[in-house]
Structures are given as C-alpha cells and as structure tokens.
C-alpha cells in the first residue's frame, strides 16, 4: 500500500464548479499535512496547509480527518487558472522535515 | 530576489557518463533536498541534508551521489551506476527543526534525459 494515495483523474470540470479531492494516508504517526500545486512542467508549490480544525483560504477549503486517515480539498467557484495538478503531502512525527508525496490528482478547469 | 535556482532547465547525457546537476539557494536556509519526479509517480527523495558537510540518504539513493560544502550549495551527481537516471529533477530547501513543519521551496527543476 502506498504511505500517501491520490485519484489521479483527470477531473475535467466546468469553470464555476465546486470540486473536491481526497487523499488517504498510511502512517497514524504522521503529524503534518499540506496540498502543494504542481503546473504542467513545474515545480510543486504550497498551497495551503492542513489544520486538525479544518481551514480555509479564499475559494479553497482543506480537512483533516484523523481517525479514517484521509484529508481532502474543496476548490470552490472553479477558475481556469486552478487547472493543475494537486499533490498531497504528508509529515511523519520526529521526521525533521522529511516529506512524503503522493502522485497527484489532476484538475482540468474548462470553459 | 531570493529563491531557488536550477541549472540546467534541459540535459541531455550519453548513456555511462556521469552528470552533475547543479542547485543555489539564497534563502538562507538549513536543509536542502533533490527528489526526482517520474510519470504517474509522486515525488521521491533522494538526498537530503539538515546542514553544512552533512547529508542523509534518502528513499532512492542508490546510483546518486551529493556535497554540501556550501550552505547555498546543493550539487546531485546521477552516476553510470543508476539504472533509470531520465527525469525530472527538483531541489528545494527549507528552515530546519524538528517536530515543526517548513514549507519546502522548491527550484525550477532539471529534466535529464539519458539516451
């Protein structure tokens, strides 16, 4: 089994929509979560963190659910501009700043 | 501007060479890493390192080699000894400490293509 597992997609979505994404994580001992976003042919960048309480930044909305392991993203009024690749990331407890990645669920925004 | 720099964006090696892949922060942080990233797969550790002189091995570090002589500097070598070495190659650097969590910065990336 894979420490961190994504869907793939593509979720193809038209602009305006709501859509939400899950990741499952192996580990109990993982301490940290994040969504990094990864354009076509570039670097991952941060996101947004992912708090025990849940929290939000603008249109975007992450969750943590501890006990069935599993965080998600809701993206809110979707732009053209969210098409990108999201990756889930994951933090072992006592890891320093070791990170783990999974593969990345692909959001396709369309007219 | 700080950041992280990779060069080059574009490489391409015979098969059996060595080649070094070059990485500069001026973030001034601790710790660096190089992960590679392959199709369908997620990103995977290869070396890290929390300081100066220091470096750890990470998941895959068979075939791959570093130096941290300079805290700016971060050079991964992919030796003849890997056996898939075409990749994207990312490196990025962080503040360091345990039982916190710091973003990770990642450089443009390097994609090597061994033929």
């Known amino acids: 089994r894979k420490e961190v597992e994504q869907d793939p997609g593509p979720f193809n979505v038209p602009e305006g929509a709501t859509v939400a994404f899950n990741c499952t994580y192996s580990n109990s001992a993982s301490q940290s979560f994040f969504w990094y976003r990864q354009d076509c042919r570039k670097e991952p960048k941060l996101l947004m963190s992912v708090y025990s309480s849940g929290n939000e930044d603008g249109r975007f909305t992450a969750q943590l659910n501890r006990a069935s392991q599993y965080i998600s993203l809701l993206i809110r009024d979707s732009k053209l501009s969210d098409s990108a690749t999201y990756l889930c990331?994951?933090?072992?407890?006592?890891?320093?700043?070791?990170?783990?990645f999974g593969t990345g669920t692909q959001l396709k925004v369309e007219l | 501007d700080g950041g992280i720099t990779q060069s080059p964006k574009y490489l391409f090696r015979k098969e059996g060479q060595n080649v070094t892949l070059s990485c500069e922060q001026n973030?001034?942080?601790?710790?660096m890493y190089w992960y590679r990233q392959d199709p369908g797969q997620g990103l995977r550790l290869i070396y890290y390192s929390q300081i100066v002189n220091d470096f750890q091995k990470g998941d895959i570090a068979e075939g791959y080699s570093v130096s941290r002589e300079k805290k700016e500097s971060f050079p991964l070598t992919v030796t003849s000894a890997q056996k898939n070495p075409t990749a994207f190659y990312l490196c990025?650097?962080?503040?360091w400490g345990q039982g916190s969590s710091y973003e990770q910065y990642f450089g443009p990336g390097t994609r090597l293509t061994v033929t």
């Open positions: 990331v994951v933090k072992l407890t006592g890891g320093g700043n070791k990170l783990t």
């Open positions: 990025a650097s962080s503040i």
């Open positions: 973030l001034n942080h601790d710790a």
